[in-house]
């Protein structure tokens, strides 16, 4: 019985801090920055640019989602870099982890009428040499005047400084920054790509 209490205090504790956080962003500018985020990608679908989708771990995975639902949903030509795990092990075997996407991108022509978008817990970090692979495709859409968003935790890193929109999802509790980041950046995505300016095809269910 133990056990089972101790499950419910914590199942208390992390549902109250999920709703502190979605009504911190409720309160504060972010939803103008979620609003930023929208009009960019509209941009970006009426120039007949492509949106490339990036992340590394859990960030990998929610590409492939994200890029699925903007293709589907609202008609955009979007890409999860990571997918080709062919290319991406070629890559970080070859030339080193931190050209994994930059690589990618580069035979992708990356141009300015294309978009980043970057799901990432730290959101990259020069000093302490964490993600680069995003930091340096960060700088090469900055470089081809790409636009970027992202959607990060902590204070977002390299992508919150450098995007032209990002969210950055407060850390109330240090222990659970990645559950909470990762968990955020699903609800967040699915609200842009559910967003009237975006969507042009209902969903089955």
Same mark, same amino acid.
């Given at each position: 019985m133990k056990e089972r209490a101790d499950f419910a205090d914590f199942a208390e504790l992390y549902l109250r801090q999920t709703i502190q956080i979605?009504?911190?962003?409720?309160?504060?500018?972010?939803?103008?920055?979620?609003?930023?985020?929208?009009? #960019?990608?509209?941009?970006?679908?009426?120039?007949?640019?492509?949106?490339? =989708?990036? &992340?590394?771990? !859990? +960030?990998?995975?929610?590409?492939?989602?994200?890029?699925n639902d903007f293709r589907k949903l609202c008609g955009i030509e979007a890409y999860a870099v990571a997918d080709n795990v062919s290319e991406l092990t070629a890559r970080a075997n070859d030339e080193g982890l931190d050209t994994i996407f930059i690589g990618w991108l580069r035979v992708s022509h990356l141009n300015d009428k294309d978009?980043?978008?970057?799901?990432?817990?730290?959101?990259?970090?020069?000093e302490k040499n964490v993600?680069?692979?995003?930091?340096?495709? #960060?700088?090469?859409?900055?470089?081809?005047?790409?636009?970027?968003?992202? =959607?990060? &935790?902590?204070? !977002? +890193?390299?992508?919150?400084?450098?995007?032209?929109?990002?969210?950055?999802?407060p850390d109330f509790d240090k222990r659970y920054v990645t559950p909470y980041t990762e968990g955020m950046q699903a609800v967040f995505w699915h609200m842009i790509v559910s967003s009237p300016e975006l969507q042009e095809n209902k969903t089955k269910w």
């Open positions: 979605i009504e911190w962003i409720q309160t504060t500018d972010s939803l103008y920055c979620i609003y930023n985020m929208i009009n #960019i990608i509209k941009q970006i679908k009426s120039d007949n640019g492509r949106l490339f =989708i990036i &992340g590394m771990g !859990g +960030g990998a995975g929610h590409a492939s989602h994200a890029a978009g980043l978008f970057i799901f990432s817990v730290g959101g990259g970090n020069i993600s680069m692979a995003i930091v340096n495709a #960060i700088d090469l859409a900055k470089e081809r005047k790409a636009k970027i968003v992202g =959607i990060v &935790g902590r204070d !977002g +890193g390299y992508t919150g400084v450098k995007a032209d929109a990002c969210l950055i999802i």
